[in-house]
């Protein structure tokens, strides 16, 4: 990793060294309540302002405030940059900032030998060592001795710091993440200027403990540049040959998936509706587009997930783009609602933040667990779409392709996120405007059937012959007066139908109506043509998948790739892909559902290879489980 050795001329004591890397992988781990969310998102900030390429991975309790100092109550935040093209958070940290014996205990596994430590010893008391299991201190004995250990006394070197205001020790220790913040922004020379704005911003009513934040912030880079202990800082460049020409931001998935749901109702014209209830990870959506009200958004927080969908679905009965958020748990609730939309055929995007289950299960970890409760979870023969984005910044695209199939087929459409997209970042290159699609829709205006008297009438089931979309009529258009309602329908009148000829042709229509959607082709990256062993996957895992690929093609393994974003209906070219190769591997984080589904569609021999452990793989994990079934 490292590029060469530069002797640096700046202040201090002594000339320090400056080494160049070409990727870091950082982890900053404390309790819940130290700011290590607070910390790797400032961090993050200043490297994508700083022009690298990077990833992120926060792992955090599912409780507002866990049991300080346990095992349980460990929050981590893990940054990947890089002067490069990247694609996951990493594998292993080359840096581990530990707050506290929890923090320590909890990571150590991952780290790798000759890794850095930095441990605030201040918080290896007794007590809190016996806590998490140590009998003795892990600082003195010798378990530590394989990695490059700095202790630093972080909350006494924050206090002593912050001496000139008029704080408790208590208060002023709360300050010792941004201590920790200014040390790491010295060692990896970060920008200052933009988290310095920031504490201001966030503190602009108590301008005292925006000053405190900053003295100590200060603080920890001085101590840095003038410390023994820290005798190189190190420089990754920026990423210039990563990224094509644009302007660029960090975004997390779920603010991507945010701006895009705005995208999509400006392009449509329409009014964005959300109903929703709030449910980790799917929140922040909920959060964000309540600040967008001079976009025509209108965000409505319900009773509870029933009423959030129900109103949703009136919503879009009314002429909105109508959105709905959750999780899986929320999915079960809003089942018979979705039923309802596909019977009404009314365009509705059912945002589904994937988590751990089943049940309440992992609220704060991530799962792609829900791809069959998508598929299937409703009463009687009910398909809906299904969209997957594959990193954080595409939330943003795979948000404008749901809303284009929701409006263009009038049904709706699922949009399949996980905790791991939704919290995640990475650059996001900011589109024109005229990059972005025309989803704009015609309501119907007048009748559209002659009776066989010549009555002029309107049909609210007549279809467009090549969507077979029936019409969106707004309700108190004169003329349009239609009847809605979960009844079976008569085709074409939409009167209620007992008959079971209609059924059958009803069901068979809306089927019919779903898999003729146009999707892509799914694109195959097989650089040789060679390829005997393809691996496929969806969604999350594209960016440890090709982290892998890339590994085995580096050491001369011949395997090719396939990702899909399309999940129902799949690409019209998938089954011939897949024919195409005597080995297909599908990694996913659940127990094979995308598996179970190639198998019966397809009669294609999948090997699954599957993960629920509430992370996302590991790129080394994948390439060596890809490797053995090429060499089985």
Known sequence: MTVQTTAASGAGPRAKDVRRLDRVIIR?????????????????????????????????????????????????????????????????????????????????????????????????????????????????????????????PLTTLTVEALKEFDLSRKDAGRSKNMFALGLLSWMYHRPTEGTEKFLRAKFAKKPDIAAANIAAFRAGWNFGETTE?????????????AFPTGTYRNISGNLALSYGLIAAGRQADLPLYLGSYPITPASDIL????????????????????????????????????????SGPGVALKSETIGLAVSLELPLLVVDIQRGGPSTGL???????????AMYGRNGEAPVPIVAPKTPADCFDAALEAARIAVTYRTPVFLLSDGYLANGSEPWRIPDIEELPDLRVQFASGTNHTEADGTEVFWPYKRDPQTLARPWAIPGTPGLEHRIGGIEKQDGTG?????????????????????????????????????????????????????AVRRLRAADVVIAQAHLRHLNPFPANLGEVLRSYDKVVIPEMNLG????????????????????NGMPFKAEQLATALKEVIND
């Open 495 to 547: 009167n209620i139908s007992y008959d079971p000829a209609n059924h059958d042709f009803m069901v068979r229509t809306r089927q019919a109506k779903i898999d003729g959607i146009a999707v892509p082709e799914v694109e195959v990256d097989d650089p040789t043509g060679s390829a005997r062993t393809l691996v496929l996957g969806w969604g999350s895992t594209y960016g440890p998948i090709t982290a």
């Open 363 to 373: 609220p704060t970890k991530t799962e792609q667990a829900d791809l069959l409760q």
């Open 287 to 326: 959060h964000e587009l309540s600040r967008h009200k001079n976009f025509g958004v209108r965000t409505f927080q319900a009773e509870d997930e029933i009423a959030g969908i129900g109103a949703a679905l009136g919503a879009a009965f009314g002429g909105s783009l109508a959105v709905t958020t959750t």
């Open 593 to 612: 559902q995308l598996s179970t589904l190639i198998r019966a569609k397809y009669l294609v021999d999948a090997h699954s290879y599957n993960q629920v």
């Open 28 to 152: 900053f781990a404390g309790d819940s309540g130290d700011g290590m969310q607070l910390t790797g998102d400032r961090f993050t900030s200043e490297t994508a302002s700083f022009g690298n390429d990077l990833s992120t991975l926060p792992n955090f309790p599912a409780e507002i405030r866990a049991p300080a100092g346990t095992l349980p109550g460990v929050s981590s935040f893990q940054l990947h940059f890089a002067d490069h093209d990247i694609l996951t958070p990493g594998d292993a940290p080359n840096v581990l900032v530990a707050m506290n014996p929890a923090a320590l205990k909890a990571n150590i596994a991952d780290v790798p030998r000759g890794a850095e430590i930095i441990v605030n010893t201040d918080e290896f008391s007794k007590r809190a060592m016996a806590k998490v299991g140590y009998e003795v201190s892990p600082l003195e004995d010798g378990s530590l001795d394989g990695y490059s250990v700095h202790p630093v």
């Open 229 to 241: 202990d820290f005798a190189v800082s190190y420089e990754v460049a920026p990423a210039a040959a």
